[in-house]
């Protein structure tokens, strides 16, 4: 026994089974299904895959942060391909797979026979593997070939291929490295990598290969993850390579080299997947999974760090305490908070059909403050005004994939029904999933019309770029150096550089000096502006399109004594964005109504819950609904002459 409790994989696997256990006492007909466990192990079979590369790396001392970006560029290499070029789909995976080995080369040479180091170098490649991604793909690649789709999306005895193939990476990896000793090479280099070279193992072309083996299997991941969504996202595989780590660690491996097993890939991926699913379930906020995961990592780090010092069984005494700690966590019920929640739940008056209700919002960035102010706000109030539970999930931070797999998760929990952000064609399917699972399913802010979805509510990106455009145009004269920003990459936010570029376009004298990509966050506006304004003083006009743009831009506009001159348009309207239009920073708010089309997309779903409003004896059955399939809910526009009607007094 005691040898079994020193054996790290082991007491990991252990770990899981009490996890499972206590997940099944507490949730018992939403976490221990058949369809539940299935989807846990299809959203971890790409972190799985990429950790399984990531833990030989470790194990010979060295780390890749380039292998999110490498996921994303691959899908969006191979798509670029398969949809441009009219490449078969064989030569398509191919050329990608071959480009993911030429950069896992370049990693590899530059840090074995050139000595730079693996964070600085890694950190830079990550940048360069996004761009290209951008480059390649620009807002994402939809209607990919059908045989292409098939690699993730066929079944093989009830279970989606990307969990077949990450069991036979993970078993085949587990086999070479305990049997073959060119693998078993790695242990002496991550123990003692001079002692290694000493005694005749070429430490060059060792660390090369482990580079270019994690760089093919992200490029497989990224395959199989653009095959499973149907679409190559230039965003897909952001944070990844903190979450492979994270799983690699928990898995035996130690961040000084030397230990761990390609099974404890697997068993740490899967771990953190467990708790992930649990979070959905429980409806934990994307606030509480961001702490509680990063409460995982910092305890992964721990347990390598007092390993070194201590017996395992000791060691394992403490996680577990606290694991069980974490799960009394998202167990309790907290009370909700009037203002800033992301769940709400509220004690029915009525009858005991809508004491059973429950509403969930599902957005792509739940922590964003204009989603907070406006869409959660709203959602909230509504779920009071009718007095049902709502609960708001999604990740943290923009991550389309990750939304995707909370609906795919959300959707086993059987919900009254979704409210969904659109954010990107590729979460058509998950759409479809939730309306083939009889959940009414609603769309709001963009739209996804080759979704199943049964009405949207929102506003015509395009429309807000041509407004942009046509108040710039006034506001210039027509003539002028002109930039503009956003999240690149994003349909929407491309939908709209589509709508700008269309107005100015017909002026000639308009001359557009470069499209930039802040992020979402003011710093980047800000210091892109700053940028800009040193490279063209005679700047005459700045576009931004996501709610942290116009404070950026502003910012610096007004640090370089140029407000009112370098003239600013850009979309949203919280107080920041209406005292800088106030004090004449910015010239033009292009604002959604999103508490409009908020509410509304809840009462919407309310209506075909409780059949407000039929069209026959049975819509369901009829293929129809009784909503309009679109409701435009329009822009304001919001200018130095009618902003003090917005101000808060």
Same mark, same amino acid.
């Given at each position: 026994m005691k040898k079994l409790l020193s054996d790290r994989i082991y007491s990991l696997g252990l770990t899981i089974v009490v996890v499972a256990l206590l997940a099944s006492l507490l949730f018992p007909g939403k976490f221990p299904t058949f369809q539940n466990l299935s989807q846990i192990f299809l959203n971890l079979s790409i972190d799985t895959i990429v950790a399984v590369g990531m833990m030989l790396l470790l194990i010979s001392g060295a780390f890749d942060l380039s292998v999110g970006s490498l996921v994303a560029f691959s899908g969006c290499l191979a798509a670029y391909l398969m949809f441009f070029m009219n490449v078969p789909v064989p030569l398509a995976l191919l050329v990608s797979l071959l480009f993911s080995l030429i950069i896992g080369f370049v990693n590899g040479y530059l840090i074995a026979y050139q000595g730079i180091n693996p964070m600085v170098q890694t950190l830079a490649m990550m940048g360069i593997v996004r761009g290209l991604a951008l480059l390649v793909s620009g807002a994402g690649i939809q209607g990919l070939p059908y045989w292409f789709n098939a690699i993730s999306q066929s079944r093989l005895l009830g279970i989606q291929m990307p969990i077949w193939y990450m069991l036979l990476i993970v078993g085949i990896m587990a086999f070479l490295t305990r049997n073959t000793t060119f693998l078993k090479r790695y242990y002496f280099i991550g123990g003692n990598e001079k002692a290694a070279e000493l005694s005749g193992i070429d430490v060059k072309r060792m660390k090369l290969f482990s580079f270019m083996l994690v760089s093919l299997l992200a490029g497989f991941a990224g395959l199989l993850l653009a095959s499973r969504l149907g679409a190559a996202l230039p965003t897909s595989g952001r944070g990844l390579e903190l979450r492979v780590i994270t799983a690699v660690i928990l898995g035996g491996a130690s961040l000084q080299g030397g230990t761990g097993k390609i099974q404890g890939a697997l068993l740490g991926a899967l771990l953190m997947g467990i708790i992930g699913n649990v979070m959905v379930i429980a409806r934990i906020s994307g606030y509480w999974q961001e702490i509680i995961l990063g409460i995982i990592l910092i305890l992964a780090v721990w347990i390598d760090k007092l390993l070194q010092r201590q017996s395992t069984k000791a060691v394992l005494r403490k996680p577990t305490i606290l694991i069980i700690l974490i799960f009394g966590m998202w167990s309790c019920e907290l009370p909700p908070? #009037?203002?800033?929640?992301?769940?709400?739940?509220?004690?029915?008056?009525?009858?005991?059909?809508?004491?059973?209700?429950?509403?969930?919002?599902?957005?792509?960035?739940?922590?964003?403050?204009?989603?907070?102010?406006?869409?959660?706000?709203?959602?909230?109030?509504?779920?009071?005004?009718?007095?049902?539970?709502? /609960?708001?999930?999604?990740?943290?931070? =923009?991550?389309?994939?990750?939304?995707?797999?909370?609906? #795919?998760?959300?959707?086993?929990?059987?919900?009254?029904?979704?409210?969904?952000? !659109?954010?990107?064609?590729?979460?058509?399917?998950?759409?479809?999933?939730?309306?083939?699972?009889?959940?009414?399913?609603?769309?709001?802010?963009?739209?996804?019309?080759?979704?199943?979805?049964?009405?949207?509510?929102?506003?015509?990106?395009?429309?807000?770029?041509?407004?942009?455009?046509?108040?710039?145009?006034?506001?210039?004269?027509?003539? !002028?150096?002109?930039?503009?920003?956003?999240?690149?990459?994003? /349909?929407?936010?491309?939908?709209?550089?589509?709508?700008?570029?269309?107005?100015?376009?017909?002026?000639?004298?308009?001359?557009?000096?470069?499209?930039?990509?802040?992020?979402?966050?003011?710093?980047?506006?800000?210091?892109?502006?700053?940028?800009?304004?040193?490279?063209?003083?005679?700047?005459?006009?700045?576009?931004?399109?996501? /709610?942290?743009?116009?404070?950026?831009?502003?910012?610096?506009?007004?640090?370089?004594?140029?407000?009112?001159?370098?003239?600013?348009?850009?979309?949203? =309207?919280?107080?920041?964005?209406?005292?800088?239009?106030?004090?004449?920073?910015?010239?033009?708010?292009? !604002?959604?109504?999103?508490?409009?089309?908020? =509410?509304?997309?809840?009462?919407?779903?309310?209506?075909?819950?409780?059949?407000?409003?039929?069209?026959?004896?049975?819509? /369901?059955?009829? !293929?129809?609904?009784?909503?309009?399939?679109?409701?435009?809910?329009?822009?304001?526009?919001?200018?130095? #002459?009618?902003?003090?009607?917005?101000?808060?007094?």
């Open positions: 908070r #009037e203002n800033g929640t992301t769940k709400q739940s509220t004690e029915s008056k009525a009858d005991q059909a809508i004491e059973n209700e429950e509403y969930v919002m599902i957005t792509t960035a739940v922590s964003m403050p204009m989603y907070v102010n406006h869409d959660q706000a709203a959602f909230i109030k509504w779920g009071k005004e009718r007095n049902v539970k709502v /609960s708001i999930l999604g990740p943290a931070d =923009w991550d389309v994939p990750a939304q995707i797999n909370t609906i #795919e998760e959300v959707i086993g929990t059987k919900p009254t029904g979704l409210l969904i952000n !659109g954010t990107d064609p590729a979460i058509a399917q998950a759409i479809n999933k939730a309306v083939e699972a009889g959940i009414p399913t609603i769309v709001y802010d963009s739209d996804i019309p080759d979704s199943k979805r049964h009405a949207f509510l929102g506003t015509n990106w395009y429309h807000i770029g041509q407004m942009q455009g046509e108040e710039m145009v006034k506001l210039t004269g027509g003539k !002028g150096k002109i930039a503009y920003m956003g999240i690149l990459g994003l /349909s929407n936010m491309e939908d709209g550089f589509r709508g700008l570029l269309d107005v100015l376009k017909k002026y000639p004298a308009m001359e557009i000096v470069g499209k930039f990509d802040d992020k979402a966050n003011v710093e980047e506006a800000a210091k892109i502006t700053a940028d800009l304004i040193s490279a063209h003083p005679d700047l005459a006009g700045i576009c931004g399109f996501d /709610s942290n743009s116009g404070p950026g831009i502003a910012l610096s506009v007004k640090e370089a004594g140029k407000a009112g001159k370098i003239k600013i348009t850009t979309v949203d =309207w919280e107080p920041e964005h209406l005292n800088l239009v106030n004090e004449g920073v910015i010239q033009l708010l292009a !604002g959604q109504k999103r508490e409009l089309f908020t =509410w509304y997309g809840a009462e919407f779903l309310y209506d075909m819950v409780h059949k407000t409003h039929r069209l026959s004896t049975n819509d /369901s059955k009829a !293929g129809i609904t009784s909503l309009p399939t679109t409701v435009n809910t329009g822009l304001i526009k919001i200018t130095k #002459e009618n902003v003090g009607l917005f101000l808060k007094k």
